[in-house]
């Protein structure tokens, strides 16, 4: 559980709360323990004054009586037992005074007054006299603490389900559509599950539908281009014929590109990862390109190896070519690798917006010599899931178009 999550912060809050809670209490006890000890020490400083003013005539025993009447304060007979619990009681504070002495003592769970004037001595028991409980106060702690844990329980039940719509939300972000979030019920984390859940269901039916839209186009395709190949070899004519077998071949390689582009966009990502000689892949994207060999400069080590797609690496090289030559100045591209980049170099302005803007599908600008269509989509796709970068740059009359964080295979 990170320091950031709900579940934290929710924990720490109820925490906290208890332990202001419990301080309180403590104070609450604290207080209400001095107040109680305050009206003792009132009730045995009034009967203790009032008895003192009478020994010393001040008033009348009538008077006396008057004043004491409705504390239940009584007086011990005999010496002997008077000395015994002066003896053996606990002093709790004495008060003197230059009319008599007062005293206050604990003996056996009561509390004594003791009075001293001269040679009288009086000792009353306090009858009414209880200790000091925290009974109430505890059964109160204990009921608020009770309602507090089980407001935290039910509110780490409530959210409970969000740690398995994180779970769900996460598989889905990393590209899996085989979701489940749905909830039953009326709360807000329910009414979220649900509403997620019926936005991947229809991305769901949206990626089907356009799964099986081109599918269904590259199949039909396919079939007239098989009998223009069949049809092509009746012409006797080897130059025509060659022709409109490149032609066939670049439809073929069109509809090759199509199935590259579903299958990077629906998420089914790099395949087929094996070792290919970086000339190797560069030489069949210029063929894919159809580009005439001496428009293509290569400065690459023969013996650079990556681990990729073959197929869709050499897509994403081939649009790269024909992007560079189609909108060079002189239809000429230079390609160079090291061993952590590939560099497309071709003549030509720079682009007047930024990169991100070309990386779009069918993106279309109002001069054409920008307008780049699929081509840069589809490569920046291709690269991403290749897991490198996929860059550009203008300098002294140069555009670079570079595949960064190579791995090359020595």
């Known amino acids: 559980m990170t320091k950031s999550s709900i579940l934290y912060s929710i924990t720490f809050i109820f925490f906290l709360s208890i332990v202001s809670i419990f301080f309180a209490f403590m104070f609450l006890m604290d207080y209400d323990k001095q107040n109680y000890t305050e009206k003792l020490n009132t ?8 008895t003192l003013f009478h020994l010393n005539h001040f008033i009348s025993a009538k008077e006396l009586q008057a004043q004491i009447k409705d504390y239940s304060m009584r ?4 010496k002997d037992v008077r000395e015994y619990i002066v003896s053996q009681a606990k002093l709790i504070q004495k008060i003197e005074s230059k009319i008599g002495n007062s005293s206050i003592l604990k003996y056996k769970n009561y509390h004594y007054l003791l009075i001293e004037h001269q040679d009288y001595v009086a000792l009353f028991k306090d009858e009414d006299y ?13 009921f608020v603490l009770f309602i507090v844990i089980v407001a935290y329980i039910m509110t780490i039940r409530k959210i409970k389900p969000l740690r398995k719509l994180k779970r769900q939300m996460d598989k889905f972000a990393s590209g899996s559509l085989d979701i489940n979030c749905r909830r039953d019920g009326e709360d807000e984390i329910s009414q979220v599950s649900n509403s997620f859940q019926n936005a991947v269901e229809q991305i769901q039916k949206l990626n089907n539908s356009r799964q099986l839209f081109l599918r ?5 395709l ?31 390689f069109l509809i090759n590109e199509f199935a590259s582009i579903e299958q990077i ?14 000339v190797d892949i560069i030489d069949e994207s210029i063929d894919l390109s159809m580009v005439p060999l001496d428009k293509v400069k290569l400065e690459i080590d023969d013996s650079l190896v990556l681990n990729v797609d073959f197929r869709l690496f050499t897509t994403a090289i081939k649009n790269i070519i024909d992007n560079g030559i189609k909108y060079s100045i002189d239809k000429f591209i230079i390609i160079t690798a090291d061993t952590n980049k590939i560099s497309f170099i071709s003549k030509g302005s720079p682009l007047e917006q930024k990169f991100e803007h070309y990386l779009q599908p069918f993106t279309q600008e109002k001069s054409s010599h920008q307008s780049f ?36 295979l020595l």
Request: glycine share 8%.
């Open 216 to 220: 269904n186009i590259m199949h039909e």
């Open 130 to 142: 209880q200790p000091y409980r925290y009974d109430v106060i505890k059964m109160i702690f204990g």
């Open 373 to 408: 269509g699929l081509g840069l989509y589809i490569v920046d796709n291709i690269i991403k899931a290749h897991k490198l970068n996929f860059a550009y740059e203008h300098k002294n009359g140069l555009n670079y178009f570079s595949f960064e964080n190579i791995k090359i």
């Open 265 to 278: 966009t629906s998420g089914a990502g790099v395949q087929n990862l094996k070792a290919s000689r970086l």
């Open 222 to 252: 396919k079939t007239p281009i098989t009998k223009g190949r069949i049809s092509v070899e009746m012409i006797d004519d080897n130059k025509q014929k060659d022709r409109l077998i490149k032609v066939f071949e670049k439809l073929e």
């Open 43 to 50: 009730k045995y400083s009034i009967i203790a004054r009032a």
């Open 75 to 78: 007086e011990i007979e005999g």
